[in-house]
């Protein structure tokens, strides 16, 4: 799943031809999975089942979903899942996750799943995971970083020359790359995804 086309990067970089059409798609590709990994989710839906550690508290932090369509939440020892949990069991949290675009990441339980079982994942969770559809902001960094990741190609050792607004060479040598303009996670970048990245989920 890719998190933006060729014409919008096209757009982003001032290309009016279709020369260089394959380089835009394969940075498009690289920057979209770069997002998933910095994030530590998908911005399309991944329908399958995952496993996590029952919680001591009664809620379980889980991976980010949100459409809850087809949603199983089973629980049991050894490798299997034979226990199902009744939807009206636990809540989905934050609440109004949908109303505000948010997904949701944790789920608490009326009773704690398998008490005392700790030593493997005792709650499997089969879900849409990821985001249903990509957002504005996913997509506006896409293209940020493909149009980055394009441009390396004028500068194969770390090095561009310094330019006026205009494009023009201005003469003052060449310019070290620093690593946020390589990946691509300059600041507008990173305003936009920071709020999507996630820590600690197994």
């Known amino acids: 799943m890719l998190y933006t086309t060729v014409p919008f990067v096209k757009a982003q970089l ?6 260089n059409d394959d380089l835009i798609a394969l940075a ?22 995952r496993t996590f550690m029952a919680p001591a508290d009664g809620v379980l932090w889980v991976d980010r979903f949100t459409d809850p369509t087809g949603l199983i939440v089973a629980t049991g020892t050894g490798g299997t899942y ?17 109303s505000r675009g948010l997904a949701y990441d944790r789920i ?19 879900a849409n995971w990821g985001y249903a559809t990509t957002p504005a902001d996913v997509e506006a960094a896409a293209r ?18 310094a330019m006026d ?16 303009t390589l990946t691509g996670h300059d600041h507008d970048v990173t ?6 990245i996630e820590f600690g989920i197994a």
């Not at 034979?82 to 949908?98: D, E, F, I, M, S």
């Not at 940020?144 to 020359?161: H, N």
């Open 82 to 98: 034979t226990t199902v949990v009744a939807a009206g069991q636990y809540v989905l949290w934050p609440l109004n996750a949908a």
């Open 14 to 19: 001032g290309i009016t031809d279709t020369d």
């Open 108 to 126: 608490s339980f009326a009773v704690r799943p398998v008490p005392g079982a700790w030593a493997y994942p005792t709650v499997q969770i089969t």
């Open 144 to 161: 940020i970083m493909a149009a980055a990741l394009f441009r390396r190609k004028d500068s194969p050792e770390g090095e561009t020359g």
């Open 165 to 180: 607004a205009a494009g023009a060479d201005l003469h003052l040598g060449t310019v070290r790359l620093g690593p946020a």
């Open 28 to 49: 498009i590709g690289a920057a979209s999975r770069e997002i998933d990994r910095w994030t530590g989710t998908t911005f399309y839906p991944v329908f399958e089942a």
């Open 191 to 196: 305003r936009l995804l920071a709020h999507y």
